[in-house]
Nanobody, 129 residues
Framework: QVHLVESGGGSVQAGGSLRLSCVASSRTDSRLPMGWFRQPHGKEREFVAAIGWDGRATDYADSVKGRFTISMDYVQRTVYLEMNSLKPKDTAVYYC??????????????????????WGQGTQVTVSS
């Protein structure tokens, strides 16, 4: 079981920046590929970015590529999502996710909700025009 705690959400104007953080606490030695998803009001949860368990591999949704950056502090088991040039369509609840996987390769990242078995409580990001 992995406990995830997100922070850093808030309200910004279009063009602004926010940095989300997610701290993972685990009692296992499982490798933890991690990801960020978001869920706009009334819509399904969607993939934003993912990172391999050691931070070497990353993947992004086309809608955020070039504006968002995912990174990891492996020792602190913290994953970050730096969001720049924010747009109103980025408004959503952002969720951190972790996949407990003792076999995960360092190059493995995951884009689907079903690939993750641990989720944070979510943090609201609101971008106004």
């Amino acid at each position: 079981q992995v406990h995830l705690v997100e922070s850093g959400g808030g309200s910004v104007q279009a063009g602004g920046s926010l940095r989300l953080s997610c701290v993972a606490s685990s009692r296992t030695d499982s490798r933890l590929p991690m990801g960020w998803f978001r869920q706009p009001h009334g819509k399904e949860r969607e993939f934003v970015a993912a990172i391999g368990w050691d931070g070497r591999a990353t993947d992004y949704a086309d809608s955020v590529k070039g504006r968002f950056t995912i990174s990891m502090d492996y020792v602190q088991r913290t994953v970050y999502l730096e969001m720049n040039s924010l747009k109103p369509k980025d408004t959503a609840v952002y969720y951190c996710a972790a996949r407990s996987d003792v076999t995960a390769g360092s190059g493995s990242t995951y884009r689907t909700v079903s690939s993750y078995n641990n989720w944070g409580q979510g943090t609201q990001v609101t971008v106004s025009s």
